[in-house]
């Protein structure tokens, strides 16, 4: 592994339940034609292209962190965010939960806070670079947004701790 280099580690679970899922759906749709006699090419096809809706709808981006970079890979697209020169971080709280990183160079960036909060690693690395934006003066909104993350972060790392020693939270 890369020095400095972390990603999401619940993605390939996260993955492979999106894949079981389509794959469930299209089993039973094609199932069901067969049984009633009405399985034919094109609702074949329908039922395969259905399925492969559902999988690009429900497989969650691949977030990565590494020194300066911050990148969230979709099915067809990946966006890519400067760290260490961060112009606003912005957290929209609510059913999804948002967290939108823009950078000096006007990249812009939008994932699921959650994703750093289970993955301490991702989020060590990207507190480092954050702290160099605010160090360099380019973070000019969301140092505020930053605290919450970490103050979550720290919660969520201290229950887990708890959990494992048997005390009470």
């Known amino acids: 592994m890369e020095r ?14 999106a ?7 299209f089993i039973a749709l094609f199932t069901m034609d067969a049984c009633l006699g009405q399985l034919d090419v094109t609702r074949g096809l329908l039922w395969t292209g259905l399925a492969g809706l559902i999988f690009v ?7 990565s962190v590494r020194p300066g970079l911050l990148s969230k890979r979709g099915v067809l697209v990946e966006d890519t965010v400067r760290t260490d020169s961060l112009v606003s971080v912005r957290w929209y709280d609510g059913v999804a939960q948002r967290m939108v990183l823009r950078d000096t160079e006007g990249g812009l960036v939008e994932i699921d806070p959650t994703v750093m909060v289970r993955n301490p690693a991702m989020w060590y690395r990207f507190d480092m670079d954050a702290r160099t934006s605010i160090r360099r003066g380019t973070l000019l909104s969301g140092a505020a947004a ?4 970490s103050e979550r972060i720290d919660r969520e790392t201290a229950h887990g701790v708890f959990r494992v020693s048997g005390l009470p939270s």
């Open 4 to 17: 400095g280099f972390a990603q999401d580690t619940h993605w390939a679970g996260e993955q492979r339940s």
């Open 146 to 149: 930053l605290c919450e993350l």
């Open 57 to 63: 709808i429900l497989v969650p981006p691949r977030v």
């Open 19 to 25: 894949i079981g899922v389509a794959f469930l759906l």
